[in-house]
Every structure is written in structure tokens, then in C-alpha cells.
């Protein structure tokens, strides 16, 4: 069994900047496969930024540049630094973990972008 648990989401103006954290406990064994996700209301979840199966990393295009991935084995936590950030990157951020044939997410986390 696999646990995700998002922090770091909040409240913050346009321009400003937010670091989230992933942390992963349970079967985990390495952080490959594993991002970030967002929904903005009405929306689809698409993908952010995440690590590949490969540990390269893949970026939405409209985040490129903006928002870096990284990650701390041994704390078994992916972060997500945001920075320049835009109304639009407005959206619950999900955690995700992609592993033997399963995926899994966190519950989690609400960013806010005022203008």
C-alpha cells in the first residue's frame, strides 16, 4: 500500500511563489514515476510536472520554465517549486504515484492565485 500526502498549497498573488511537498511512505521504492497533477474547477486533471519511470522529468508546457520538480530520497518527498505564478495555475494539486499497473494519489492540495 502506497500513502501520498500533499502540503504547501495556499493562498498567494500573482508573481508570487509556493513549494509543495509529496511525501510518500508505505511500499514505496523509488520516486521514479511519480508528479504532480492539478484540476481547476470545470476542468480535467492534467499533468503538471513529474519524474518519468526513466527519473527524467516531463513539464506541462504552459508551467515550463516557472515550475521546477525535485525530490529528496531520503525523505521519500517530491517537491514542486512554483514561482511567477499566474491566476490560472489556480487549481487543487494532486500528488500522484504510478506503480505495478496501480496509481495512486493524494487528497490533495488547494493553490490559489490572486491577480
Known amino acids: 500500500q502506497v500513502q501520498l500526502v500533499e502540503s504547501g498549497g495556499g493562498l498567494v498573488q500573482a508573481g508570487g511563489s509556493l513549494r509543495l511537498s509529496c511525501a510518500a511512505s508505505?511500499?514505496?521504492?523509488?520516486?521514479?514515476?511519480m508528479g504532480w497533477y492539478r484540476q481547476a474547477p470545470g476542468k480535467q486533471r492534467e499533468l503538471v510536472a513529474a519524474f518519468t519511470s526513466s527519473a527524467l522529468t516531463n513539464y506541462a508546457g504552459s508551467v515550463k520554465g516557472r515550475f521546477t520538480i525535485s525530490r529528496d530520497n531520503a525523505k521519500n518527498t517530491v517537491y514542486l517549486q512554483m514561482n511567477n505564478l499566474k491566476p490560472e495555475d489556480t487549481a487543487v494539486y494532486y500528488c500522484?504515484?504510478?506503480?505495478?499497473?496501480?496509481?495512486?494519489w493524494g487528497q490533495g492540495t488547494q493553490v490559489t492565485v490572486s491577480s
Open positions: 508505505g511500499s514505496i521504492f523509488s520516486l521514479n514515476a
Open positions: 500522484n504515484k504510478k506503480m505495478a499497473s496501480r496509481e495512486y
